[in-house]
């Protein structure tokens, strides 16, 4: 095989080994990643185009209650939260270093 090439049975399958590769990264059940999912939260982000936090352009969904918490609000809209990148990121953080910390999020 050259530079770049795959085997016939990691070609028929490119889509299936990249979930694979990043599983391990993701905090949500599978459901959060699916097509409704995403069709969701695009809708979702184009009625809310405004940062919950700061008011910049809303790129992220993020849940006001951590799924952690309450895994049935995962797809529950009242539960979402517009969010920029950067607010995004320092949700995120505040809850990693709570549960880090032994404290609610």
Excluded at 62 to 75: N, Q
Aim: proline letters at 10%.
């Amino acid at each position: 095989m050259g530079t770049g090439s795959r085997c016939p049975g990691c070609k028929s399958k490119p889509f299936a080994n990249a979930q694979r590769k990043y599983a391990h990264n993701r905090s949500h059940p599978p459901e959060w990643y699916g097509t409704r999912a995403r069709r969701m939260k695009a809708a979702f982000l184009a009625a809310n185009p405004r940062c919950h936090e700061c008011g910049a352009h809303s790129t992220h969904v993020d849940h006001a209650t951590p799924v952690s918490v309450r895994p049935d609000l995962l797809m529950d809209v009242g539960n979402w939260r517009p969010h920029c990148g950067p607010c995004s990121e320092r949700q995120g953080a505040r809850i990693a270093n709570a549960r880090r910390y032994g404290r609610k999020p």
